[in-house]
């Protein structure tokens, strides 16, 4: 049975977090890491959360640092959350007349609702021109649950019923009750693990990026570094759009808000200071 994780335990699961991901974990997350965590000290024979902590130190336990990440990162998402950036998604969509792809960026993507999302709604608005989604998050776990495109029913209730049926397969006999996403739409959807809080791989350059509700668990220095990552990505009159709760003040000139948590970069090289 393992024993309850003392202050200055949680004080390194803090310190490991932030190191790793750029997440701060408030004080009061104690009890979340002790029960996100116990399993796996008990799994690894740790016998505390000290013990457990020293392994992850250690060096030589690459896959166990990734499932303490997994385990420790949270991931809450649906389909067509806050769906204004939606509808302005299908705008610039059949607007834009780009010379390759539209592409789109769910940088933290999480089970995969949010890419699948975007991929109905380019899809539906880019009459057969070529798009591509790429959705990524730092957790493997998630990772792999969004490759499979498959949900529970229930997780399904905010896409759009022509979406559904276009785009969507019901599950029947034992797969009753659930969703697949239908493969014409997966092909053109591309998972990959990103630690937005390090230098980023090669993904190319994105007409939107999503970076929705991530701000929250990262500090002013950390938001300026994962912006200035993110919007380095970003094409000249590309958009961005964040969460409703978080803004960008005081931390990038690079973007100008041009309707609730939707930013716009500029069409030219050079860059207003305020935007």
């Known amino acids: 049975m ?22 701060s974990l ?15 000290v008990q799994d690894c024979q740790a016998g505390s959360y000290g013990a457990y902590f020293r392994l ?10 990734q499932r303490a990440v997994d385990l420790l990162t949270t991931n809450e998402t649906y389909f067509f959350r806050e769906p204004k950036h939606f509808k302005l998604l299908a705008e610039l969509a059949r607007a834009s007349r780009p010379p390759g792809a539209f592409r789109v960026w769910s940088a933290a993507s999480s089970t995969g609702e949010e890419a699948y999302s975007i991929a109905m ?10 798009w591509e989604v790429v959705g990524s998050d730092i957790s ?66 994105f007409d939107v990026i999503f970076l929705r509700n991530v ?36 931390i990038t000139g690079a973007v100008a808000l041009v309707a609730p948590a939707s930013y716009r970069k500029a069409p030219s090289a050079r860059r207003s200071q305020h935007p």
Do not use: W
């Open 121 to 130: 709604v380019l899809a539906d608005c880019l009459d057969g021109r070529p």
């Open 215 to 250: 701000m929250i668990y990262f500090n002013l220095q950390t938001k300026r570094g994962v912006i200035g990552r993110i919007v380095s990505l970003l094409k000249p009159d590309g958009h961005l759009f964040i969460g409703h709760s978080e803004n960008l003040n005081g």
């Open 26 to 40: 408030s004080d009061n997350k104690k009890a979340l890491v002790a029960g996100r965590l116990a399993k796996r």
């Open 2 to 23: 393992t024993v309850g994780i003392s202050d200055q335990e949680f004080a390194q699961f803090q310190r490991f977090i932030f190191e790793v991901a750029g997440i």
């Open 140 to 205: 493997t776990r998630v990772l792999a649950r969004a490759r499979i495109g498959h949900y529970p029913l229930a997780r399904t209730t905010h896409i759009p019923p022509v979406y559904l049926k276009r785009y969507c397969l019901r599950g029947i006999g034992e797969q009753q009750g659930t969703l697949l996403i239908a493969r014409e739409l997966r092909q053109h959807v591309r998972f990959t693990s990103v630690n937005l809080n390090e230098r980023l791989p090669t993904l190319g350059s």
């Open 56 to 65: 992850l130190a250690s060096g030589e336990a690459d896959a166990e640092v």
